[in-house]
């Protein structure tokens, strides 16, 4: 089943003044449920404005946005329900965070969502168990927290109304190596849990490499290619003159792939790479 | 959105009216405003009318502007209009019970409301045709001779032209901020009074947070670049008296003259 479509998606800031400028053109897309789905593109592709069309924060120019089987914008009184069914985690979300307690906070979306007290009770201390918070953290102010915390507290208040699609815009952005890998390795897990939709915009192609099945690629607010990762991948040299960057085990792969060494350029991982580097090296000893 | 909204509505232009110093634009819209209460008859109101659009017209400035620029005002020039229609004293023209419209009244009306649209439209064009950093510069430059009592003159203008500075900023942020909440079902369009106070909460807070963050990292990068007040600051763009801003003294004084005349001659 699909989980997010659009038809034909335009957006336009501040149209008919001299500032007009279309972020996002003719978009049509169908994300099937169960996806991971890695969302690159440069600065001002368009992919910010393109999420945030996902949960009708805005609103399309032209075209539609549906949410499994319905229009998202057809009855503006249901459009809150689907900001829950469509959990959007902005670019440093920790600048967000407003409760007295971490614990106030996560529970503003489910609380905002009229679940019993119970319920707001269980869910809060799910997602805090997603993002690795412990029961102490729960009562401090989330001001006392470091940087990446905050951040976790952030995403946990999105996990918290349980969306059955997850958008992350960058969570991982100005977050140390570790803490990078930490986030994606619990967004990961909780991928594999719920079995739900999830979009992760970002600038580092390992990290949709490592987590991502597929990639959706925007150039100049339009939509390049929405394919499974290793397909786009394999198309390293357009991805390239768009300006972004491949995965170094793709540009390895790609360089090799050039020179006619009889290999698959559309491997990206680390471990695929060495399955396919051990192969290569068999059929060419059988070859002599 | 909010982000429509602006804020400063400074019109980029290198029209002569544009070039002009900044002090002396300043200047002028004052001399403008005297001209426009010293003016006592018919006559001298409508050197004013011509004069203020003559100003328009050079800039360049699409004349709509003027009606944007008058929009805000106009509850109060039909408020002022009414008050004087209905309580200057003189020949009647009209009656009923104890309301009544006199000849005066309305010649009082009329140029009462010409009076304020002239002053607003006026002093609209100074900030249309200055860019609000031109702007506070002028004031400074202006204000200067405070300096003798004391006056925090300099520390005045850096507090305007950061807050100024920091408005597109907050608006953004502001914005970014409400929809993260909404984000997450935060409903700020319905409700009472009482539910939508409590609404902004969620927002308020962290654009507070975020204020003081930004002002803590603003005042450290001033303080890592030396900035110690105005004593000894020397200035990279220096403001300069061209022939352009004398002509333009010289039409105002002019027309300031004419007024007084005018009310001289036509009683």
């Known amino acids: 089943m699909t ?45 910010s404005t393109l999420i945030q069309h996902l949960n009708g924060l805005l609103a399309p120019t032209s075209g539609k946005v549906f949410i499994g089987e319905e229009d998202l914008w057809a009855d503006k ?38 679940l019993t007290p119970d319920e707001v009770d269980s869910r809060v201390r799910q997602a805090a ?75 580092s192609m390992e990290d949709i490499a490592k987590n991502a099945t597929m990639a959706l690629v925007m150039n100049q607010a339009r939509l390049f290619c929405y394919d499974r990762v290793e397909e786009v991948f394999g198309r390293g ?4 003159r768009m300006g972004l960057a491949v995965p170094q085990v793709s540009r390895v792969f790609l360089s090799l792939a050039k020179r006619g060494i009889p290999i698959d350029p559309r491997v990206y991982t680390v471990e695929a790479a060495r399955d396919e580097i051990i192969r290569c090296v068999k059929e060419g000893r059988q070859g002599k | 959105m909010i982000k429509d909204i602006t804020i400063g509505q400074y019109f980029p232009g290198r029209s002569p009216v544009h070039r002009l110093d900044p002090r002396v634009k300043i200047l002028l819209a004052l001399g403008y405003i ?62 009923w019970w104890i309301i009544k419209i ?79 909440q909404k984000a997450r079902g935060a409903d700020l369009e319905t409700g009472g009074l009482m539910q939508r106070a409590r609404a902004l909460i969620p927002i308020l807070i962290p654009l507070f947070v975020s204020s003081f963050r930004r002002a803590d990292e603003l005042a450290l990068a001033m303080e890592c670049r030396c900035y110690r007040g105005g004593e000894g600051r020397t200035r990279m763009k220096q403001l300069h008296m061209g022939p352009g801003d004398f002509a333009a003294c010289g039409i105002i004084l002019a027309c300031i003259a004419g007024v007084v005349a005018l009310n001289l001659l036509l009683p």
Request: charged share 20%.
């Open chain 1, 3 to 47: 989980a997010i479509r659009t038809e034909h998606l335009t957006h336009t800031y501040s149209p008919n003044t001299p500032f007009q400028k279309v972020a996002v053109e003719d978009v049509s897309i169908a994300i099937e449920e169960g996806e991971y789905v890695g969302v690159i593109g440069h600065t001002g592709s368009g992919k």
């Open chain 1, 77 to 114: 009184a249901k459009l809150r329900s689907f900001r829950f069914a469509v959990g959007l985690v902005f670019q440093y979300p920790e600048y967000q965070l407003f409760g007295e307690t971490v614990y106030s906070d996560i529970a503003f979306g489910p609380t905002n969502m009229g």
């Open chain 1, 129 to 203: 168990r997603f993002v690795g918070l412990t029961e102490e953290k729960l009562q401090k102010s989330p001001f006392e927290l470091s940087g990446g915390q905050k951040r976790r507290v952030a995403i946990a208040g999105v996990l918290a109304m349980d969306p059955r699609v997850l958008i992350l815009d960058e969570p991982t952005a100005g977050l140390d190596p570790k803490g990078r890998d930490k986030i994606l390795g619990e967004i990961r897990e909780y991928h594999q849990e719920k079995k739900n939709t999830i979009l992760l915009v970002s600038h």
């Open chain 1, 237 to 240: 040299e357009e991805l390239s």
């Open chain 2, 34 to 95: 005297v001209l426009l209460f010293i003016a006592q008859n018919a006559w001298g109101l409508a050197l004013g009318v011509v004069l203020g659009f003559g100003a328009y017209v050079i800039s360049q400035i699409p004349l709509v502007m003027i009606l944007k620029s008058l929009k805000p005002v106009v509850p109060i020039i039909i408020f002022t209009a009414v008050l004087n229609m209905l309580f200057v004293d003189g020949e009647a023209l009209w009656q």
């Open chain 2, 102 to 180: 006199t000849r005066e009244g309305i010649h009082t009306a009329v140029f009462m409301a010409v009076r304020i649209i002239c002053l607003i439209a006026g002093t609209s064009l100074l900030t249309y045709t200055t860019s609000p950093i031109a702007l506070t510069d002028g004031i400074e430059r202006l204000m200067n001779p405070l300096k003798r009592f004391h006056f925090p003159v300099h520390e005045l203008a850096m507090m305007m032209t950061i807050a100024l500075r920091f408005i597109p900023t907050l608006i953004e942020e502001t914005d970014k901020i409400m929809s993260a």
